[in-house]
């Protein structure tokens, strides 16, 4: 893959700065429902991660596990269970009309349906996990090249500008 053109990366440091408000709740346990629908997605269903495509039938599989992720987990999505007492169950209903109240509500927060099969890496990695990224950098990992890295530390964005220089250097002298 020619990928000259998006070498010429830079850098936007991003000052990410929140304090999530969260409702009190009782500390987070894994229902006897979420387990269930875990297993339905991932064990039954081998389900892919939903960013890079691994499932756990292929993790053993270098051309399909290319991040060497080595587990398939689910994620709450679109709403996180610490924040199920902050919604609004009517505004719920408008997406998914299985919810009509607040008991339909808690059934649907360890549902399928609120899960996001992704594996360890696209999980929670500090580069890719969607506990890391910004909405926009985690919504089109799924769309990017094989070696381009939407969400650089330090080290590689220094080693990208070096790169950088070094292309535009050597277009100078030709
Ligand atoms: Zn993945």
Sequence with gaps: VNT???????????NVAWVELTPPHDKRRETAAYQRSHKFLVEDQDKSCVVCGVRRSTLGDPTQNKLH???????????EW??????????????????????????????????????????RSKQRGIHHLLAQDFAIL?????????????????????HDEAVLKSEATQ
């Design 69 to 79: 992720s080595t587990a398939l987990e689910t994620h709450h999505f679109p709403i």
């Design 142 to 162: 799924p769309f990017l090249l094989d070696d381009y890295i939407v969400v650089a530390d330090q080290v590689q964005a220094a080693q990208a500008e070096a």
């Design 82 to 123: 610490s924040l199920m007492d902050a919604v609004d169950p009517l505004k719920v209903h408008r997406q998914y009309s299985q919810v009509i109240d607040r008991e339909t509500l808690e059934a649907f927060i360890d549902s399928p349906a609120n899960l996001l099969v992704l594996c360890d890496i696209c999980h």
């Design 4 to 14: 000259e053109h998006i070498d010429h990366v830079h850098e936007t440091p991003l």
